[in-house]
């Protein structure tokens, strides 16, 4: 999996929302921007670099400036989600879910409280009187909001597997005391 770490403050081009009067397919193409889509009604069939994927609701993926992306099957009439697209100056790509850093592709538990957030932000964006600084704030809490996703996520599974270790040593802790109480027993017989 592909973790993306913003060494700087994001700079919304645009968002909005998108449904499907009729099933659709997303056009193939290289675009200087990252675009972030929350589906709501899916499956959204998509592919970044030949990488395939079939997102469904509250799954999101952030798509990579200088990348070929696009639709690789037809999603269904009603398929919705919603996308923002924005650029940051610095940025790295990492392997791991270090400190600061969001994964590409989230499937989140709870989306309802993201899809909330980019309501606002197309609020801001649809209202005169919000700067161009709202709309970046309002995507910095997005981003900020899948970061902690990211480390929330990271840490589950950190924890699963530490309980999976811990459970196999102990496993074989009682076994090996096991055979060692046998050996005693025979001994002394």
């Not at 952030?62 to 923002?84: V, Y």
């Not at 650029?87 to 850093?101: F, R």
Request: aromatic content about 12%; hydrophobic content about 45%; glycine content about 6%.
């Amino acid at each position: 999996m592909e973790y993306i770490k913003f060494l700087a403050k994001p700079t919304v081009q645009n968002g909005g929302l998108f449904t499907a009067s009729k099933t659709w397919i997303h056009s193939t193409r290289i675009i200087d921007s990252f675009e972030l889509i929350l589906v709501r009604q899916g499956p959204v069939h998509l592919q970044e670099n030949g990488q395939r994927y079939s997102l469904k609701t509250g799954e999101t993926i952030i798509l990579l400036p200088g990348r070929t992306h696009g639709g690789w099957q037809e999603s269904p009439q009603g398929t919705s989600f919603f996308w923002l697209h924005f650029l940051v100056e610095k940025w790295q790509l990492t392997a791991s879910p270090q400190p600061g850093a969001i994964a590409a592709h989230l499937v989140l538990a709870r989306w309802e409280p993201l899809a909330a957030l980019f309501r606002q932000f197309l609020h801001r964006q649809e209202t005169a009187g919000y700067s161009r600084w709202a709309l970046n704030a309002s995507a910095e809490v997005i981003l900020t909001e899948l970061e902690a996703e990211t480390q929330r996520l990271a840490f589950v599974e950190d924890n699963y597997w530490a309980a999976k270790v811990t459970s196999l040593i102990r496993a074989k802790y009682v076994l090996i005391c096991t055979i060692i109480q046998k050996h005693r027993l025979s001994f002394h017989s």
